[in-house]
């Protein structure tokens, strides 16, 4: 990978402290589907909102000479 960033939204060590008990993964490299990522997020939570609670999300990109991959990262717990 040529370059890559990460956004967390928590510190390395507050996450170790916070409680999940499952990490979904979404992830396009694709311009069509990086676009469409925020709906297929949407989707999931609506389908999910009920039994999971979103504890912290991380956002990551990184790219080469050709592709540029977004990867959103929801750390859940059961409610």
């Given at each position: 990978?040529?370059?890559?960033?990460?956004?967390?939204?928590?510190?390395?060590?507050?996450?170790?402290?916070?409680?999940?008990?499952?990490?979904?993964?979404?992830?396009?490299?694709?311009?069509?589907?990086?676009?469409?990522?925020?709906?297929?997020?949407?989707?999931?939570?609506?389908?999910?909102?009920?039994?999971?609670?979103?504890?912290?999300?991380?956002?990551?990109?990184?790219?080469?000479?050709?592709?540029?991959?977004?990867?959103i990262?929801?750390?859940?717990?059961?409610?």
């Open positions: 990978m040529k370059g890559r960033m990460v956004i967390p939204s928590l510190s390395q060590e507050l996450r170790m402290s916070v409680s999940y008990s499952g990490v979904k993964v979404f992830s396009a490299t694709k311009a069509r589907d990086r676009e469409s990522l925020g709906e297929r997020i949407t989707e999931w939570l609506d389908a999910n909102s009920q039994t999971l609670e979103i504890v912290d999300t991380v956002v990551t990109q990184s790219s080469d000479r050709e592709f540029h991959c977004l990867t990262t929801l750390f859940y717990r059961r409610r």
